[in-house]
């Protein structure tokens, strides 16, 4: 059998993988709302009311991830593991387990 020359690519666990693709379209997005926030500031109505449905969004957003944070941090307090598992396979002796509902007798 022959070895491959060379070491096959595994994903990093630490550092997620950006393409050029992903970073030349962040920065198309970014240069698409940098342009109408600069015509929001000149006065534009229709980049204000572009720019203030982003900011709520965003606003939102936010306020969703800080009230995520305070409930994880909250029900951290008072977290106690259990062991819900139950003790034992229903297959260990060789068996099935009980029927819930018996096979039917006559299929046809």
């Given at each position: 059998m022959k070895t491959?020359?060379?070491?096959?690519?595994?994903?990093?666990?630490?550092?997620?993988?950006?393409?050029?693709?992903?970073?030349f379209a962040l920065t198309t997005l970014g240069a698409i709302l940098a342009a109408v926030a600069k015509a929001?500031?000149?006065?534009a109505s229709f980049a204000v009311a572009l720019m203030v449905t982003i900011g709520f969004i965003g606003t939102c957003f936010a306020l969703f991830v800080l009230i995520f944070a305070i409930t994880l941090a909250v029900s951290s307090l008072w977290y106690q593991p259990v062991d819900d598992?139950?003790?034992?396979?229903?297959?260990?002796a060789d068996q099935l387990p009980p029927q819930i509902l018996p096979p039917r007798e006559g299929r046809s």
């Open positions: 491959p020359s060379y070491q096959p690519i595994e994903r990093s666990r630490m550092l997620p993988r950006i393409s050029f693709r992903w970073m929001a500031g000149s006065g598992t139950h003790q034992g396979s229903p297959f260990a």
